[in-house]
């Protein structure tokens, strides 16, 4: 099975604050890459799709990048709604896998 | 509007079985790739089965045996039927399905299950 290590798995930021969000694959999966976001309790949502394309409806502030086998999740000025944990997940091969969580809290 | 609304789950004993649901509005089930996923805090998420839009099903090594994905294109609902029931099945389980294959657009609310005595 292809493993999906996610660096950091937790982080503490502020309001307005960058925060980048690491995916490693263990093998090249191309751009069969995909971040959601959970919140307590609920169903995780698709953030990004194909490593880089914005789900319909989703804030712009959020994007994906990637090189090689390494992909990031970027948001770009943190809002209230956004403390949450982020989730990549690979379709390249069956199984899909996902990374282990990046659960990012308020500082 | 997509939408996916889970029913079943609940507390279960060691070796019993147990048939979850999940109503598709919006689309069709028999159009789409539809998936289960399952959540624990040891194991976080982990797909466990494909019921493609073809009809032919996938299962994860931890699934293949016992538990049985399927359909119902007249009640456009889709189903887990999880037998022999073990402790480690203990999970909430989601139903899922998007655009293109094991891409998860649309996910359902989700439903706990626990196998205890």
């Known amino acids: 099975d292809i493993q999906m290590t996610q660096s950091p798995s937790s982080l503490s930021a502020s309001v307005g604050d960058r925060v980048t969000i690491t995916c490693r694959a263990s093998q090249s999966i191309s751009s069969y890459l995909h971040w959601y976001q959970q919140t307590l309790g609920k169903a995780p949502k698709l953030l990004i799709y194909d490593a880089t394309s914005l789900q319909s409806g989703v804030p712009s502030r959020f994007s994906g990048n990637e090189s090689g086998t390494d992909f990031t999740l970027t948001i770009s000025s943190l809002q209230l709604g956004d403390f949450a944990t982020y989730y990549c997940?690979?379709?390249?091969?069956?199984?899909?896998?996902f990374g282990g969580g990046t659960k990012v809290e308020l500082k | 509007e997509v939408q996916l609304v889970q029913s079943g789950g609940g507390l279960v004993q060691p070796g019993g079985s147990l048939r979850l649901s999940c109503a598709a509005s919006?689309?069709?089930?028999?159009?789409?790739?539809m998936n289960w996923v399952r959540q624990t805090p040891d194991k976080g998420l982990e797909w466990v089965a494909i019921?493609?839009?073809?009809?032919?099903?996938v299962y994860a090594d931890p699934a293949k045996g016992r538990f049985i994905i399927s359909r119902d294109t007249s009640k456009n609902t889709l189903f887990l039927q999880i037998n022999s029931l073990r402790a480690e099945d203990t999970a909430v389980y989601y139903c899922?399905?998007?655009?293109?294959?094991?891409?998860?657009?649309?996910w359902g609310q989700g439903t706990l299950l626990t196998v205890s005595s």
């Open positions: 919006g689309f069709s089930v028999s159009s789409n790739h």
């Open positions: 997940q690979q379709s390249y091969k069956t199984p899909p896998t």
């Open positions: 899922a399905s998007g655009n293109g294959l094991y891409r998860f657009d649309s």
């Open positions: 019921i493609y839009s073809g009809g032919s099903t």
